[in-house]
Each structure stands twice: as C-alpha cells, then as structure tokens.
C-alpha cells in the first residue's frame, strides 16, 4: 500500500515546475527524497539557493500540487537550501571561500546597476545566504552611500589584507571606502583592472555562498578584461527599456557570453511608471524591450522594477528598498529577481575544478 502511495506521490511531485530555477524538481538545481515514516509521509525538498523567506510559499503551493492524491497518510514537506559553488571561466580558479561570484553589468551608465545590484546581494542575504558585495564601478562608487556606509574605513588587521564592512547583514568592500570621493579618478585600464583584482583578492571576505559584484558600466576594454579575468560564475545585465540602453545590454550580453560567462539573464529597469496619485501604470520608455532582448538572446528575463521616485529616495538614505520596504510590491520584486538568478545559476553546471589534480606534463 505504501509503496504504491510512495510511487504516486513521486510522480506527481516530478511533474512539479520549481519557480525560479524553471525545471521540475529533483532535476538539476534541486533534489526530492520521499520517506513513509509511522507518522506520515515527508517530503524532503533541497534547493541549491536560499530560500529562507520563500519556503513556507513553496511549501504552500507543493501541498496545492498534490491536492487530490489518495494518500494513506498525511504529508508534509521539508525544505533546505545547499548552495553549490558553480564553474568559472576555464582556465580561471574560483576565489578560495568563495562559492558564486555574480557580476551585475549594464551596457551603459544610469541604468540602475548599481541598485539592481545592491537590493539583490540583500534579497539573496534575506533568504538565509551569506552574501557579500564589491563595489568595482570604480568611476563612480556607490554602495558606500547605498549601504550607509559613508566616510566609514577598513581596517587592515596585518597591514595586508582588508577587513570588508558590513551593513544590512552583508560584508561590502569599494574604492569607495579608499580615497576620497569629492577626487574625481582619471584611471587607466591597467589600473583600474590591478586595482580591483587588488579590492576582491586582498579582501577578508570570509565565506561566502554569494559574491555580488557591481561592475563599471559599459563594455570597453576595463570590462571584457575584468570578464576576462575575475572568476566569474553568471553574469546578471540591467537595462532600461529604451532602444539605446538596449543596444548596450546587447553589447554587454555578448561580451559575457564571448568569455563564456553564463548570463543569468536580464532585469528591465524602470520598466514602467506607476503614477503615486492614481496607481496607473505607464509604459513611458517604449514596451517590453528587456523581454524581446531576453527572448533574442535566449536568456531568461529575470524581472521587471518599476520607475518609482522612493527606490531612488531610499537608496539616498542608505537603506535600500528590500531593507527600507521589505513587505512592498517593489521589494518583491527585487526578491524574485535575486531568486530567479540563483536558482538559474543553481541549475547550471557544477564546479568540478577542485576535485581534478593538476596535472603536469615534464619534458625529457
Ligand atoms: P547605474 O549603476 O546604472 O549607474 P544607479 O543604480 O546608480 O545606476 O541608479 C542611477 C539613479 O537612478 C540613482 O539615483 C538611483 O537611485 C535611481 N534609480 C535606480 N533605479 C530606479 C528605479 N527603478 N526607479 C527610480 N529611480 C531609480
């Protein structure tokens, strides 16, 4: 009788399509183990991203899945999260501590990278991840003021490496926090590339399931190099829905991809205006533009933000919207962007880059 109950429960439950990673459980980005026990039947679900906030709503929704099964007993399920480190670019070594290192590019400036940024390292640190952010949009650093964290200083405990800062629950390190922001930097390429390469690896960063980095925007050379050399497990791009902004995403989409970065896919910036007096919604940058690109490309569109004058404003104050708002429409928002781009990178390849020994071939 159990065993049959077992099989049907199985079934039903593989047919199940996981938000996030888009795939049915128990493929890749999660695992289900099923056990009759005297009391019930539980379902063990682990996902391969955080979902601490978001385990009673999967919860919720499995329970609706299974709604009409003739089980004998009753069910119950158990979600956890393992987060995986996953490959970076062949040839590269994943950063010792650290599991995923997600970089946020936009093809140009003013799109709202680094906010996209800031409320995803937040979102994902909300779900139970340890998450940690470099700020290299080294021309203009700004989670130094995003996360409140202005005129603060690192501090060197062996005159070597760098203590990063914490706000909100997640560690931050930026050029930011180095030099004086009222000095405006005319950095060379080299430069600027050695400089960063200094801020994520002399950086006691600790270890962390999630690495977010704010990248400079654009797609010149400072960008393929750091694409090129920093480790890099997928790469989120931000655009706007203009046609101009969306022919820099595109730029930026196919420099990733040049380098064989995954591009986790595309979040459409001030999307739409959603008026504060009547609540209508506006589309006043031109329609679905990050939809068309994400379609183009094959990528997933991770999510849409809305033009709203408060993300801006609570930004300013140093805590932004996922910190300021967390039960507003915007922070979910920001929230299932964040989840959508764990959970696709939890749906990628493994690392395997540790467990192979280095193998070298002597002449003679
Ligand atoms: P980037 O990193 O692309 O240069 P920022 O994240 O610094 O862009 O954002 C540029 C400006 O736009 C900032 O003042 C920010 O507060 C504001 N902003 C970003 N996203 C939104 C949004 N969805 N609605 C309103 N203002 C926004």
Known sequence: ????????????????????????????GSSLEIEARDDGLLARVTLGFPAA?????????????????????????EVESSIRSHSVQSGLKPLDGISNLIAVASGKGGVGKSTVAVNLALALAAEGASVGILDADIY??????????????????????????????????????????SQPMAWRGPMVTSA?????????WGDLDYLIVDMPPGTGDIQLTLSQRVPVSGAVIVTTPQDIALADARKGLEMFQKVNVPVLGIVENMSFHV???????????????GTKLAEEYDVPLLGAIPLDARIGAQTDRGAPTVIAEPDGAVADAYR???LAAAGHLAAMGKDYSHAFPTITVEEG
Do not use: W
């Open 1 to 28: 009788m159990t065993q049959e109950a077992l099989a049907v429960l199985q079934k039903r439950l593989a047919e199940y399509v996981l938000p996030y990673t888009g795939k049915r459980l128990g493929e890749e």
């Open 53 to 77: 906030r978001t385990a009673a709503d999967l919860v919720e929704s499995l329970q609706r899945h299974c709604d009409g099964l003739d089980l004998p007993l009753p069910l119950r399920f």
């Open 140 to 181: 203009g650093p700004s989670q130094p003021r995003m996360l409140g964290l202005q005129g603060e200083r690192p501090v060197t405990p062996d005159g070597k490496k760098l203590e990063p800062l914490e706000a909100h629950g997640i560690k931050a390190m930026s050029i930011g926090f180095l030099v004086d922001d």
């Open 196 to 204: 960063l390469n200094q801020l994520l690896t002399d950086t006691l």
């Open 275 to 289: 008026c504060s007096s009547c609540g209508h919604e506006e589309a006043i940058f031109g329609e679905a533009g």
């Open 336 to 338: 299932r962007i964040a």
